[in-house]
Each structure stands twice: as C-alpha cells, then as structure tokens.
C-alpha cells in the first residue's frame, strides 16, 4: 500500500511539474516574440527614417537612431548599408573619407565576383563601432543569404546569431536587416540598401525572462 501511494504521488508531482513547466515555456516563447516584434518594430521606424528623409547626413543619423535606442538596451547599434556596385567603390571610399575626415577603405572581398557591395555607410552609436564602417556585410556567405531573402521578400530577416567584428571579446548577437527601396518603386525592385540593427542575445533574454525563470531553466536560442 505504501509503495502505491508513493507511486500515485510521485506520478501526480511530475504530471504538475509537466503542466507547469509547459505553461512558463510558453510565458517564456511569448515573451521572447514580444521582444522580436519590438526589435522588427524600432528596424521599421529605422526603414522609414531612411527612405523618407533628404540629405541624410551623420548628424541626422545619429540623432535619430539616438531616439530610437532610448530604453532600448537590448540594442547594441543600428547602421545605414547601401547597396553599390564594385565599379563605384573607389567613389564610395572616397565619400567615407570625407564622412569621418580620415581615410576608409571599403573591406570584404565579394563571394562571387559580380556580387554588389554592400557597406556600413553610418553607424550609431559610433562609439565601439567604428570598426564596422566601410565593411562589406555581402562579403559574408550567411549574411549575403540573409540579405537577398529580405530583399525577395520585402521583409526583415535575421542572421543566425554571430560574434560582432567590432568588439574583441565574444558577444553573442544576431543582425536584422530591414531593405530600403527607392520611394514609390517597391513593385520595381529599385533596391537602396538597408537599415540594419545589431541586437544582442543576452540582452534580449534578460528583457525575456524573468530572475526566476532563468535560475530554472537551462535554454538555447536559435
């Protein structure tokens, strides 16, 4: 009798454990969609700024991604890459150059040799970022896949999660890149570039998850 009530016990603690694990792994997914769709959201405004302003210039970069960062720590940095091609990169290093005042080579080798280039143009912050200016994200194959998805799609898409270029120390982040069409000319595919923000993971999963949830659970973001 008392093996069979132990047994009875034992079973009804772990069908409770199942249903509350279930329930706080679905707490969990939710919160984590909340912070994806806040992240797509900020990318958005980002698009809009750059599609809709004239004379975009560092200052008015700066300020306003300064604005959509507020609150947001989650968010390590956000960056203007235009799409050009290779037979005007000398022109491109050129306006990099007079940009920052100093001279900026455009790095990153193409993976096909027609491939167009696509650069860090403005990056805010600059602080800590400034490695990334002039870097080719078409350079890189996951990246390039990313980038032509979303320019198919007319959609932000998400790279699997990297180690950014501009930090020496590992931290773990994932790009979303939002395209950027010539105004009025979506239906025409008159591609500009793209408005790209650097989010990290850690950050995000803070945001995500409570104290006691990740005391908890072990997890592994994909």
């Given at each position: 009798s008392i093996?069979?009530?132990?047994?009875?016990?034992?079973?009804?603690?772990?069908?409770?454990?199942?249903?509350?694990?279930?329930?706080?792994?679905?707490?969990?997914?939710?919160?984590?969609?909340?912070?994806?769709n806040n992240s797509t959201s900020q990318l958005h405004n980002l698009a809009s700024f750059l599609q809709n302003t004239v004379?975009?210039?560092?200052?008015k970069f700066s300020s306003f991604v300064s604005s959509l960062m507020e609150g947001q720590d989650h968010i390590h940095a956000m960056s203007w890459n235009p799409l050009v091609y290779q037979k005007d990169k000398k022109q491109m290093e050129r306006d990099?150059?007079?940009?920052?005042?100093?001279?900026?080579?455009?790095?990153?080798?193409?993976?096909?040799?027609?491939d167009p280039i696509v650069y860090v143009k403005l990056i805010s912050p600059e602080a800590g970022n400034m490695k990334a200016v002039g870097f080719n994200v078409f350079s890189n194959p996951d990246r390039k896949k990313t980038l032509l998805l979303a320019e198919a799609s007319f959609q932000p898409k998400a790279t699997p999660i990297i180690n950014?270029?501009?930090?020496?120390?590992?931290?773990?982040?994932?790009l979303m890149f939002f395209p950027v069409f010539e105004k009025g000319t979506q239906s025409s595919r008159q591609l500009r570039g793209y408005a790209t923000g650097?989010?990290?993971?850690?950050?995000?999963?803070?945001n995500a998850l409570n104290s006691s949830e990740q005391s908890i659970f072990n997890y592994e973001l994909f």
């Open positions: 093996l069979t009530l132990t047994a009875f016990f034992i079973n009804l603690s772990n069908e409770a454990m199942d249903k509350l694990t279930t329930k706080e792994v679905r707490n969990i997914e939710n919160s984590i969609y909340r912070e994806l004379d975009l210039d560092r200052a990099l150059s007079e940009i920052y005042g100093e001279p900026i080579a455009i790095r990153g080798d193409p993976v096909e040799e027609e950014l270029v501009q930090t020496d120390a590992d931290v773990p982040a994932y650097i989010f990290l993971v850690e950050g995000m999963l803070k």
